[in-house]
């Protein structure tokens, strides 16, 4: 036997009846137990005292007769002999190496041998058999049944690898198995756990069913804010609020879109007697026709006139100018409006009471300034709505606050439009006339919502006192539906309005709110 423990050539016949240790085994149901060969009956009289033991040579000569030729090798082949061979692909203490699935047993349990014949257990030293060269062992000829493999519900992944999968798991994205994979290991791995659950709720915000548009009352709260911390040395009086508040917001929507939506059709609508008129023309188009306009209030405030010092006091004829000079305006009108507007808040700003009450001429009816700055904040808000329209981009109503003081003006204005469609006999004949400022037959104006509230609207003469007590009909109308309505954006038969009393004056006062609303 050579030092490593193998038998040498020339030691082959001496060692044949030594005890081997069997190879590695394949499992049980990769034989062909038909195949393999019967092991050979033990010869008469084997194992019988007495029997001739076989000439020993080599070191095996040496080990006392009556013991086991495995017990004279080294120490080292005794624990080669005695200890399963490791996995040849397992490498022992790998830190690396991922956990075990659940269903797989912690240590692969050694197959059972084979059962061996009697007296097979015995060396020839014992007085047993030799057992003969190249056999094999043979297994259980009736195993049973396999097991059935176990099947893993989730793959085993490495950290790093389940770490990766977690935003594609919060989009709810991953595959089955990796879904599995990662709600296993999530219980286990707490900063995991905390990063799926702020993905989750990060997921959560892009599926929101509101708006991503800022509240439209959101810059009048700021600007509240810092002037509460601050006030401003010389204020934005309150009748130019919002005026500040509705160029502002549609210099956001000029700012946001492209250049392309500049060239977009806008549909601009007024009502005219009993019918409504519309106009097409581009977003530049209105920005500078709300430039024509304003133009009234700069010359009333000595300021400069974009249209000149002849320029036509009529807004529509103001606009048709405007454009007529202009041609195909683009973006670059956005820069002379704003600025303009700028113009104007920093004027009555500075002026404040001094220039509340001033005369702002529109041709054919004149407004005080403080109330020309709501009627063109009312403007600017509706023609901000057509272009958003156009151009696909969410526009919402201005603030209650605001919108009271719109709806306060379009209500203040009712009687003259009354008595003016009276003249141009499209409205009936005044029915109880009064001394100026005494109460009259009046309608009962509602206006629901947070911006609304109450107006009496004298029927007879525009300087009759409308009251409570006096009023022959009622209509009840939501806020921005009646803004839609002052604006021409809707017929008087369009509005849903609740109505009770007299059919004629409420047919003459939704009338003569459309007939407010002008190019």
Known sequence: MTGDGRASEGDEDGVRGARRIPGPRGAADDLDLAAVPLPPLPPPGAGTPGEAVPEQSGADAAAPAGEDTASAASPDERDTRDEPEPAAHAAPDDPAEPEPDACEPAESEPEPEAPEAPGADRTPADGGPAPASGSVPVPDPDPGPAPEPCVSAAPVLPHRDLQALLGAWALSVCSAEETAAVENHLPRCLPCADEAKRLREAVGLLHSDGALDL???????????????????????????????????LDALLRDIGNADWDAQVRLRWFEKERRTDRWTTVGGVISHLTAV????????????????RAPLDPTERTEASWAAIGSPARAVREPWRAQSHELIRTASFAGRNVAETSVSYGSFALPLQDALVDRAFECWVHGWDIAEAVAYPYPAPSAAHLHLMIDLAARMLPAA??????????GPARDLVVP???GRSLHLEIEGHAGGDWYIALDSPAALGTRETAVAQVALDAVEFCRLVAGHISPAEAAAGQEGDREAISDVLFAAASLSRL
């Open 437 to 439: 400022g005494e109460p």
């Open 418 to 427: 009354l008595a003016g469609r009276r003249r141009a006999g499209l409205a």
């Open 294 to 309: 304003d133009g009234l209030l700069s010359a009333a405030l000595g300021l400069d006139d974009p249209l000149g010092g």
């Open 215 to 249: 509240d439209a009352t959101l810059r009048s709260r700021v600007v509240e804010g810092c002037l509460a911390r601050r006030p401003a040395r010389i204020p934005i009086p309150g009748w130019a609020a919002p005026y500040d508040a509705e160029t502002a917001r």
